[in-house]
């Protein structure tokens, strides 16, 4: 069946830093994927949708400066938190939209935690 | 703009016993509907979806829905839960079965032995 990856699945970083998060399609080819960021104890809300080489298209009031987005090949797009803050501390999970069926897979997501 | 809500936010039920969640939808037009059940710490597993036809659909381990349009609503059930379908259940509407995802809240399920 459709997989998709995302690495790493934890991640801890310093305050201020940057954090780089992959999410790729392992058997499939996909020119959209989507980025969701849930909260502990709450719902998955969309970030962004990431169209392989063209500019993402984010959600209102989220930062795209600050959550940067490049969908450089037909399996692989990333996510970059740039310099963190413990708030940006959550659960960052991708899907991925197969371009042969049009189904959408997720991944397994990665916990983020800015200390 | 579409939304989806989960009335309830937490359920207990016995194992053995039956389980029934319930979604209900705003949607413009005819929408794709998903359940997902989340594992703590884990990603989405898709239980079921509906686009079209039969309004009863079945999913995998032994959970069905019901789409009413009448009502909005797509329930999810299960006829006897294991202690393994203790979990978090999510809800969804799109416009198609790749778009992005509108999720509801949430439900988080507990089976009591």
């Known amino acids: 069946g459709a997989v998709v990856s995302q690495h790493p699945s934890r991640v801890i970083c310093k305050s201020g830093t940057s954090v780089k998060i992959e999410c790729r399609s392992l058997?499939?080819?996909?020119?959209?994927m989507f980025w969701y960021r849930q909260f502990p104890k709450q719902s998955l809300m969309l970030m962004a949708t990431?169209?392989?080489?063209?500019?993402?298209?984010?959600e209102q009031g989220v930062e795209k400066d600050k959550f940067l987005i490049n969908h450089a090949s037909l399996t692989l797009s990333t996510l970059t938190v740039t310099s963190a803050h413990p708030e940006d501390s959550s659960f960052y999970i991708c899907?991925?939209?197969?371009?042969?069926?049009?189904?959408?897979?997720f991944g397994p997501g990665t916990r983020l935690t800015v200390t | 703009a579409q939304s989806v809500t989960q009335p309830d936010i937490h359920i207990t039920v016995s194992e053995g016993a039956s389980l029934e969640l319930r979604c209900n939808y705003s949607?413009?037009?005819?929408?794709?509907l998903f359940w997902y059940v989340q594992s703590p710490g884990q990603g989405l597993q898709l239980l079921l979806k509906?686009?079209?036809?039969?309004?009863l659909v079945q999913g995998i381990k032994g959970f069905e829905a019901e789409f009413k349009r009448s009502q909005s609503s797509f329930n999810l059930r299960k006829p006897s839960v294991h202690w393994s379908d203790a979990a978090e259940y999510f809800c969804?509407?799109?416009?198609?079965?790749?778009?992005?995802?509108?999720f509801g809240g949430g439900t988080r399920v507990l089976v009591k032995p």
């Open positions: 899907s991925a939209r197969d371009v042969v069926s049009g189904g959408q897979y």
């Open positions: 058997d499939f080819q996909a020119t959209t």
């Open positions: 990431s169209n392989e080489g063209s500019k993402a298209t984010y």
């Open positions: 949607y413009g037009a005819t929408p794709y």
């Open positions: 509906y686009f079209s036809g039969d309004t």
């Open positions: 969804a509407v799109g416009a198609t079965a790749g778009n992005k995802l509108t």
